[in-house]
């Protein structure tokens, strides 16, 4: 089955500090890739869906300053917590979906990204 | 008000039995569905998908019902290892609209 991976799988940092995090599809390539958070107890919220090669499409209420995503590649993304802040702790799931144009999203393993 | 909801529970049941809970979803203009499960401080995982004719995959079945934007999910025969939170899910295109999450613990 199709597999993505996520780095690092936990992050711990100082407050202010940039954080980037790192989405990858190991055996398909994804024209486009999707970035979730997950506070504890509640829905995943889609953030933001990046298309290789194009700026991401950031939902409303999240900053496309604060939260850098970068699609470089077919089976790359990034995404960049700038300037980290205890609010911004969270588990954080990236997504992609094959070129093929399926439905389906394959996640990630998530990353846990706590600010002290 | 939220897009998918869902009751939080816990629901707690013995193994080997039933149990069945659901959601509802706001956006008419969804046209795919599925529940994912997920387990603790991992991933979600696509469990099935949901048509509206109903459908079975080995101990789970799903319903959708579209006039009432009502999707349900009914696990029979229940094991430990299903203990687990079921998302429920509504899409539009490529958007997934995610529920909180119902709680299912198979106690033995």
């Known amino acids: 089955g199709a597999v993505v991976s996520q780095h690092p799988s936990r992050v711990i940092c100082k407050s202010g500090t940039s954080v980037k995090i790192e989405c990858r599809s190991l055996d398909f390539q994804a024209t486009t890739m999707f970035w979730y958070r997950q506070f504890p107890k509640q829905s995943l919220m889609l953030m933001a869906t990046?298309?290789?090669?194009?700026?991401?499409?950031?939902e409303q209420g999240v900053e496309k300053d604060k939260f850098l995503i970068n699609h470089a590649s077919l089976t790359l993304s990034t995404l960049t917590v700038t300037s980290a802040h205890p609010e911004d702790s969270s588990f954080y799931i990236c997504s992609a979906r094959p070129v093929a144009g399926q439905e389906t999203q394959y996640f990630g393993p998530g990353t846990r990204l706590l600010v002290l | 008000r939220k897009e998918v909801e869902q009751d939080p529970g816990p629901f707690n049941v013995p193994e080997g039995a039933t149990v069945a809970f659901n959601c509802t979803y706001s956006?008419?203009?969804?046209?795919?569905f599925f529940w994912y499960r997920q387990d603790c401080r991992k991933e979600p995982k696509l469990l099935m998908s949901v048509y509206s004719s109903g459908n079975e995959d080995g101990r789970f079945t799903a319903q959708l019902n579209r006039a009432s934007q009502y999707i349900s999910l009914l696990i029979r025969d229940s094991k430990l290892s299903d203990s687990a939170t079921y998302l429920c899910v509504a899409s539009e295109g490529y958007k997934l609209s995610f529920g909180a999450g119902t709680t299912v613990t198979v106690r033995a």
């Open positions: 990046s298309n290789e090669g194009s700026k991401a499409t950031y």
């Open positions: 956006n008419s203009a969804s046209q795919s």
